[in-house]
């Protein structure tokens, strides 16, 4: 099914609302709205289990990403002049994965794989 996923450095949070992807990703919920009544969406979070300079831990900085990201699909449904309540989320996972950092790592790029947020929709 149509999945809309984006990356992160780690503690950051640049959600690409105004980039084409996102965009184009929202167009695509439409006609489910238009045909069901609404579009079930399961939102992914996931941070890797680097420490986090920004938060006590990875499940929160995986929240909070989690949360911004939500707000931002619905100020997008909202934008295209439909009711944001169309929208509903099904599944909410919260993750932290990946491997565990070692000591002598000296490139943490790896771990980038493990900090992304992934929108699924289910009905289409």
Do not use: C, H, W
């Amino acid at each position: 099914p149509l999945t809309f996923m984006f990356n992160f450095k780690k503690d950051e949070f640049n959600f690409p609302v105004s980039g084409v992807l996102f965009q184009n990703f929202i167009d695509k919920l439409i006609p489910s709205i238009k045909k069901f009544g609404f579009v079930e969406v399961i939102l992914e979070s996931s941070s890797s289990k680097i420490p986090s300079n920004n938060y006590t831990r990875n499940e929160v900085l995986s929240f909070d990403r989690l949360q911004k990201t939500k707000s931002e699909i619905l100020k997008a449904m909202a934008q295209k002049g439909f009711n944001p309540l169309r929208i509903i989320f099904t599944e909410e996972r919260i993750l932290v994965q990946g491997p565990e950092i070692k000591v002598n790592t000296n490139s943490i790029d790896q771990f980038n794989d493990y900090d992304y947020i992934k929108v699924i929709p289910k009905t289409l």
